[in-house]
Antibody, heavy 114, light 112 residues
């Protein structure tokens, strides 16, 4: 069955970077775009960016431009999201979701704290 | 960015009774190809979001037929014909017509 499995929880200090992975299975990886969406405590879902798993082209929300990098490894059917210069406001659960958001990963909690 | 406004914020419902959630967008969600990319998601406590409805009114596979979506332009509604205990959670609308994708603030459905 189609499945997205994300890497485990992370705790980072302000100013550090975090890299979250999302491994896909059960479908042709390169045929789909993969989204990243985050949910801060008590906040609405927020779209972070996406990557075309076929050609590797990413697109980012303006809010994260300059701090975010989304990449993919087709041989491993895995997408990565790296967020740098972390601040406390980046504390959230980060989800990957296959376009058109029909399948979601289990979420990765990223905590930014000194 | 397109602002998605949901109401109500909280919706206490008696088991077996209907429920209705409204979602309004700050711009029309009709895309140039004629499609309207408005989705509804359910998020049960401690779980990832699950898509229920896509393109306004199309139910995803495995979604009970008590869930239905309707609307057009800037005004959309998710209806649950008879609420069951498993429907407790937060419901979000999301638009995929305009960049960037944006979500509503969520409606918490709980049992009275």
């Amino acid at each position: 069955q189609v499945q997205l499995v994300q890497s485990g929880a992370e705790v980072k200090k302000p100013g550090a970077s975090v890299k979250v992975s999302c491994k896909a299975s059960g479908y042709t990886f390169s045929s789909y775009v993969m989204h990243w969406v985050r949910q801060a405590p008590g906040q609405r879902l927020e779209w972070v960016g996406w990557i075309d798993a076929g050609n590797g082209n990413p697109r980012y929300s303006q809010k994260f431009q300059g701090r975010i990098t989304i990449t993919r490894d087709t041989s491993a059917s895995t997408v990565y999201m790296e967020l740098s210069s972390l601040r406390s406001e980046d504390t959230a659960v980060y989800y990957c979701a296959r376009n058109p958001a029909d399948v979601w990963g289990q979420g990765t909690t990223v905590t930014v704290s000194s | 960015d397109v602002v998605m406004t949901q109401s109500p914020l909280s919706l206490p419902v008696t088991l077996g009774q209907p429920a209705s959630i409204s979602c309004r967008s700050s711009q029309s969600l009709v895309y140039s190809d004629g499609n309207t990319f408005l989705n509804w998601f359910q998020q049960r406590p401690g779980q990832s979001p699950r898509r229920l409805i896509y393109k306004v009114s199309n139910r995803d596979s495995g979604v009970p037929d008590r869930f239905s979506g309707s609307g057009s332009g800037t005004d959309f509604t998710l209806r649950i014909s008879r609420v069951e205990a498993e429907d407790v959670g937060v419901y979000y609308c999301m638009q995929g017509t305009h960049w960037p994708l944006t979500f509503g603030g969520g409606t918490k459905v709980e049992i009275k």
